[in-house]
């Protein structure tokens, strides 16, 4: 979940490494350093706890300039956030390394290391790897050599940018588990953890695979795969600006993916509906010849993407008849497992390098090869790594709490629903009113939007709360569930969701006059039900919240019952527009209690360790 960039150039490197800091912070903000060769080969380094901008305040009052550096902002995996464990690690004055990622037996290296004589002024993990390579570089004379017997020492996860002054002229860089980029420019090169950390300086990128060493120099760059052999590894250009990562007039990133999902759900059906039909083209080569294959779905996830997995079940289901089950990766990757013969194995995330939803892809590809990837970065490790993908086209999510992504997430599911459906019972007339339904949401959530005032007035009265619930039926119970996510997330709320029939088991004894309820009720056939829970809340002295269609009839709730109209909608695209109003909710509440709303306190935006 830490952020690393490094560049080696014929120019200063400082202001470029602290611009990509600030791209990647949503990877981590614990605590952020520097280090960079100056002009005597000396490491000139700086590491301050808290955001990028304690970094940045700190090097304006000292000289650190370099054309070869490292830099890192952390989420803290091992030991607390401190100056003493943060990024860059250096080792006798000679070797430094940012590492994204866990080095899992570092207990075992430590012991050893420490028998031969090193010492240690952190509690991470990633000291353990710096004082390996200095280890070998020792006996080896070689910086890449070096890396290349210490990183076989390694279990776990990482991505590491290693420079030394023994060496002055390149940079190192390896992948294993988690992601690295090469940015490519004229006479220069540079590393990050994502592509949009170096848009400033180069739109042109290398996509480290499993294993890969890159040896990186100014004028030159070789990589070698996880044999040891030079493999050539293709440049992508990026269609991304660097404008594309600004806030621009916004206050915060999330109100701006909030307001970016019209475009985005327009984005995401482009070229892949013709006359009201869906072309198979749009999962990738081959995809015909799988989706024919397929008799049953088993999609796995983690956090918003499991929601979003979870409103795919009501839909594979009832829609294309089709048998699904959904799992969090976390809980998937650790149990013995039966995939039925015919299973497309779908999995889902916005990064495409999230830990647990990778090593059960990776785990999966050695029982079957029908495996789908619904994600947001064609070049990401779960896209690359799938037979089958489909794009959610959503551009950079920079708020942690994801918005756009989800949405996106939904119609890509969507798509994937009357893929299967028309091999079976779904009719065109049918696909072709859903895809109807599907464009005209974009209209739908602009009036959303514009009429907001009323949700803003709602979160005035969760500014001193501390606990809430969310109820839903059917395809809204896993929409109250992303809500109550939400809220979490920004607003540091206690918030559980239920389906609404639930609350008599068990729940409904939480309800007090300090237990606030929302509600979210579409025009799906559970009106009736969930109205009598509403009641049910009511007559126990429950504060209710109610996000309703603007055809549903509320009066006989009356006037305690606090009512939002949401615009019209069928039932099955309502989980994308209900999601909407509840992202603006958490987004108030959050900025009325003055929390963090892009970077919430102990959250990164992208999970690639465990």
């Known amino acids: 979940m830490c952020g690393i960039v490094g560049a080696v150039a014929e120019r200063n490197v400082t202001p470029i490494l602290l611009e990509g800091l600030r791209r ?167 590393i990050a953890s994502d592509a949009a950390a170096l848009l400033p300086v180069t739109r042109r990128f290398i996509y480290l695979e499993e294993g890969d060493i890159a040896d990186i120099r100014t004028d030159s760059l070789v990589i070698y795969n996880d044999k040891g052999e030079v493999v050539e ?182 798509m994937l629903v009357v893929a299967l459906g028309k091999r079976r019972d779904l009719s065109a007339d049918k696909i072709r009113a859903l895809f109807q339904q599907a464009q005209a949401l974009p209209a739908l959530i602009e009036r959303v939007l514009q009429d907001k005032t009323a949700i803003e007035d709602w979160a005035h009265e969760f500014e001193d709360l501390d606990n809430a619930i969310f109820i839903g039926r059917g395809t809204l119970f896993p929409i109250a569930l992303e809500g109550a996510l939400k809220l979490k997330e920004i607003s540091y709320i206690h918030a559980d969701a239920y389906p609404a029939g639930e609350l008599k088991h068990g729940p409904i004894a939480l309800i007090d006059q300090d237990m606030p309820t929302i509600a979210i009720i579409s025009m799906d056939g559970f009106e009736g039900k969930i109205k009598s829970n509403i009641q049910e809340i009511m007559a126990r002295g429950g504060k209710v919240f109610l996000f309703a269609d603007e055809r549903l009839d509320v009066s006989d709730l009356g006037e305690d019952c606090r009512v939002i109209k949401v615009p019209a909608v069928e039932a099955e695209l309502a989980p994308v527009l209900f999601a909407v109003p509840l992202q603006l909710f958490s987004y108030f509440v959050a900025v009325h209690k003055g929390t963090d709303v892009d970077q919430p306190r102990n959250l990164a935006k992208s999970v690639t360790v465990e």
């Not at 660097?242 to 327009?266: F, N, P, W």
């Not at 008849?321 to 497992?337: D, F, H, L, M, N």
């Not at 990401?380 to 756009?404: C, D, H, N, Q, Y």
């Open 233 to 414: 590894r293709e440049i992508k250009e990026s269609e991304l600006s660097a404008d594309a990562t600004a806030k621009g007039e916004y206050r915060h990133y999330m109100l701006k993916e909030i307001h970016e999902q019209q475009s985005c759900l327009v984005d995401i059906l482009e070229g892949r509906i013709v006359d009201g039909q869906l072309l198979d083209s749009a999962f990738g080569v081959g995809a015909e010849k799988i989706l024919d294959q397929v008799k049953a779905v088993q999609i796995i996830a983690c956090g918003t993407s499991y929601h979003a997995g979870l409103v795919a079940r009501y839909w594979i289901e009832a829609i294309a008849g089709v048998p699904c089950r959904v799992e969090v990766a976390s809980e998937y990757r650790y149990r013995k497992t039966v995939l039925l013969d015919g299973t497309l194995v779908v999995t889902i995330s916005q990064s495409g390098e999230t830990a647990d939803t990778l090593a059960a892809l990776r785990a999966i590809k050695e029982v079957t090869d029908l495996t789908l990837a619904v994600c947001n970065v064609p070049e990401s490790s779960l896209v690359r790594e799938s037979e089958l993908k489909l794009m959610t086209r959503a551009g950079p999510e920079i708020g942690v709490a994801s918005t756009k992504a989800f949405t996106t997430q939904l119609v890509a599911l969507l």
């Open 24 to 190: 990647l912070e949503y990877r981590g903000y614990d605590s952020a350093g520097i280090a960079v060769l100056d002009k005597d080969d000396c490491i000139s380094r700086v590491r301050r706890v808290g955001k990028v901008k304690e970094l940045a305040d700190a090097l304006q009052k000292t000289e650190v300039r370099g054309v070869l550096g490292v830099a890192h902002t952390r989420w803290a995996t091992h030991g607390e956030p401190s100056e003493q464990n943060a990024h860059p690690h250096v080792c006798n004055k000679s070797v430094v390394i940012v590492h994204n990622g866990i080095i899992e037996n570092h207990s075992q290296l430590r012991e050893l290391q420490s028998q031969n004589g090193f010492s240690f002024t952190s509690q991470t993990d990633t000291e353990v790897a710096v004082h390996q390579v200095e280890y070998y570089l020792k006996q080896q004379g070689n910086l890449l050599e070096a890396v290349r017997l210490a990183v076989a020492d390694f279990e776990g996860a990482y991505a590491l940018g290693v420079m030394s002054n023994s060496e002055n002229d390149h940079l190192i860089a390896t992948r294993r588990g988690s992601p690295l980029v090469i940015g490519v420019g004229i006479g220069e090169y540079f």
